[in-house]
């Protein structure tokens, strides 16, 4: 079953603005892991946040993390064309002596030129 | 991080058969994962992939319709077996380097199956 809850599950922006994507989970992590993927290809990995940490940066990304409220959010800043993409968040859960991940439904982002 | 190719890139299936997906890793790793992404939908984890072992299977997916080897410590395959058109999907690897960090993720096999 999915444990991760995204919002919104589109988002449609300008170029030059920025995007904020919501992730809700259900259980305690250990870390939380943002993913992008371009039309139904592989997935590509931008940020992992562990659970003691609240807010991490990378480039244009800043994702935060709120264990308390069980929410991450990823913010795109000055969004560009090729941001055009789904976007994953991942919550690990151990499980038999490995970490799966469990994936929420995505937000599909358009930025318009 | 960890390069992951995948072959074939893309295949369209007569129902009935079957079509064997390859996951090669350009460094050792201990855990590899395999994933499907339904038509518009996430990412469901269907196995892991344990080397010298049997593969672990996720409620919802059994070893007869999904069977898997895992013969090294950097290659893997899923077997889609006698397909159904419901199996028409993405099917993605994905290896954990270390425990705990960052999984890395193949670009995908498309199987459209007729």
């Known amino acids: 079953s999915q444990q991760g809850e995204e919002d919104p599950q589109a988002l449609s922006i300008q170029e030059g603005e920025n995007a904020t994507m919501n992730c809700s989970y259900k259980?305690?992590?250990?870390?939380l892991q943002w993913y992008r993927q371009n039309s139904g290809r592989g997935l590509v990995h931008l940020i992992l946040?562990?659970?003691?940490?609240r807010e991490k940066h990378s480039g244009r990304l800043r994702v935060t993390l709120d264990t308390s409220k069980k929410s991450s959010s990823l913010l795109i800043t000055a969004s560009r064309a090729a941001d055009t993409a789904s976007y994953f968040c991942?919550?690990?859960?151990?499980?038999?002596?490995?970490?799966?991940?469990?994936f929420g439904a995505g937000t599909r982002l358009a930025v318009h030129p | 991080s960890a390069v992951i190719s995948q072959k074939p890139s893309r295949d369209i299936c007569q129902r009935g058969t079957s079509l064997t997906i390859q996951c090669q890793v350009d460094?050792?790793?201990?855990?590899m994962f395999w994933y499907r992404q339904q038509p518009g939908q996430s990412l469901t984890l269907i196995a892991t992939?344990?080397?010298?072992?049997?593969?672990?299977?996720e409620s919802g997916f059994v070893i007869d319709k999904f069977p898997i080897s895992r013969p090294n410590l950097t290659f893997s395959t899923l077997t889609v077996s006698n397909m159904s058109p419901e199996d028409s999907s993405i099917y993605l690897c994905?290896?954990?380097?270390?425990?705990?960090?960052?999984?890395?993720f193949g670009p995908g096999t498309r199987l459209l199956v007729l």
């Open positions: 994905s290896v954990e380097v270390a425990r705990g960090e960052t999984q890395y």
């Open positions: 259980t305690s992590i250990n870390n």
């Open positions: 946040i562990r659970s003691n940490e």
């Open positions: 991942a919550t690990d859960a151990f499980s038999g002596g490995y970490n799966k991940l469990i």
């Open positions: 460094s050792q790793v201990t855990m």
């Open positions: 992939a344990n080397q010298g072992s049997e593969a672990t299977y």
